[in-house]
């Protein structure tokens, strides 16, 4: 009977110094949860202090199979606490990749807003189909054009969309007539601007696309005018329909034409000069005028490039087709010769511009024989040394037949225009 109540008693005696070290086991895990679980700890001892006081020490467990028991519960309390805290470190982590998400896809919207602002002055009508690069009508292989290097350029709130760039003025001619000389004294003006060189888009680089076109125009402020001079698009049968095409792409009901005239004598012979010189340079020998101008037979030959130019009414008939004649504005070559401010500012009233060019822009240097450009608050800017060449002497006969000819033109363009340029 003494020797019974001696076991029992070990084995209360075991049984708690166990239980004491699966609660200091406990305690020690209990150590390394994380700082956020430290609620799930607390509960976790209450419960088990609850469970410890739910069962009194007479209860205690007396075998090995109560032994284990109270073992398991404690490990099923350790093992769901575990898992708590695992979850509860998921979720976390979810919701921070949840929000980074969120932020990244901020970023995303961002830049993606930035790059449509970008991408607007890009954005232009379908690239027109590509065909053969067409020789103009002087027989002149067309030429390649070098698009200028692209540079960032900060955008200005004044800026507007591609489709402004699209010309509002076209100097359509005509070649050799003084349409140089006009285009840089109309872009003195702050209300006008235009590209450094001739694009001849509309006649020889057609097959580059509308795209390429717009590429080559320089960005334009809502207030502005844009201007673009090709001499030869007067005498080129494809372009009005072409250019018809374009404005209803871009929206554009009306533009301006402007059109230089000069004596159409002297414009041939000036445009024979021209191309004696091209040619010379390539090691080819050109004829003497009188023998390109007039055919075996002494007449004058109207499929001379040179000559057939300057049947000015024929030409412009042409366009008149496809345009209203309240579009156009006549210049006259000679006068932006001898006096150009009258003339300009003539040309500025019918383009619709507000009043800004003065006489002192214009500037007569003896050794040129003709006007310089002066801008405000810059330095006189004249025409290169291609300008103002002389003229070859010219059989008196020559001139007589050609002069003759050009005469019935030159009255329907007196008509036509509603002014007499005064031409012999």
């Given amino acids: 009977m003494l020797m019974a109540v001696l076991r ?66 404690d490990s099923e309390f350790a093992h769901a606490q575990k898992k708590s805290i695992r979850n509860q470190s998921e979720e976390k982590r979810g919701s921070q990749t949840e929000e980074s998400r969120k932020i990244f896809d901020t970023k995303n919207e961002v830049n993606a807003s930035s790059q449509a602002a ?71 003006h702050p209300d006008v601007i235009g590209p450094q060189r001739e694009i001849r888009y509309f006649d020889r680089q057609f097959h580059r696309g509308i795209q390429w076109y717009m590429s080559m125009m320089p960005r334009t402020y809502m207030w502005q005018k844009t201007i673009e001079k090709s001499p030869d698009y007067i005498i080129s049968r494809s372009t009005p329909p072409r250019l018809q095409d374009a404005m209803k792409k871009f929206n554009r009901t009306r533009m301006k034409f402007v059109v230089v ?27 003497p005028f009188h023998k390109m101008a007039l055919n075996k037979n002494g007449e004058v030959d109207i499929k001379c490039p040179p000559v057939n130019t300057s049947a000015y009414s024929y030409h412009l008939e042409q366009w008149l087709k496809y345009f209203s004649r309240e579009d156009f504005c006549f210049v006259s070559g000679e006068n932006i010769v001898v006096n150009p401010y009258p003339e300009m500012k003539r040309l500025e009233r019918c383009l619709g511009l507000k009043s800004f060019l003065s006489s002192d822009n214009f500037v007569y240097t003896p050794s040129r024989g003709f006007y310089c450009l002066r801008k405000a608050g810059s330095r006189i800017q004249c025409m290169d040394r291609s300008k103002g060449r002389q003229h070859p002497d010219v059989e008196k006969s020559v001139e007589e037949k050609l002069r003759a000819f050009y005469r019935p033109f030159n009255r329907r363009l007196y008509d036509v225009v509603g002014r007499d340029f005064g031409w012999t």
């Fill in 118 to 188: 970008e991408m607007q002055d890009k954005k232009a009508v379908d690239v027109a189909v590509a065909v053969k690069p067409p020789d103009d009508v002087h027989g002149n292989v067309a030429k390649s054009v070098k698009r200028a290097p692209q540079r960032d350029i900060v955008r200005k709130p004044q800026e507007n969309r591609l489709d402004h760039r699209f010309p509002h003025i076209l100097i359509l001619g005509m070649g050799k007539a003084g349409t140089r000389a006009v285009y840089e004294m109309i872009r003195i």
């Fill in 261 to 287: 005239f000069r004596d159409p004598f002297a414009r041939a012979v000036s445009e024979y000069i021209e191309w004696k010189i091209q040619r010379t340079r390539a090691g080819a020998v050109m004829p």
């Fill in 8 to 73: 029992r008693k070990r084995c209360i005696l075991v049984s708690g110094l166990l239980l004491w070290l699966l609660a200091l086991i406990v305690l020690k895990m209990g150590s390394f949860v994380p700082k956020d679980a430290s609620s799930h700890r607390s509960s976790f001892r209450l419960r088990r202090n609850a469970i410890a006081l739910a069962v009194p020490k007479s209860d205690a467990p007396t075998n090995k199979t109560e032994l284990r028991m109270s073992i398991k519960i």
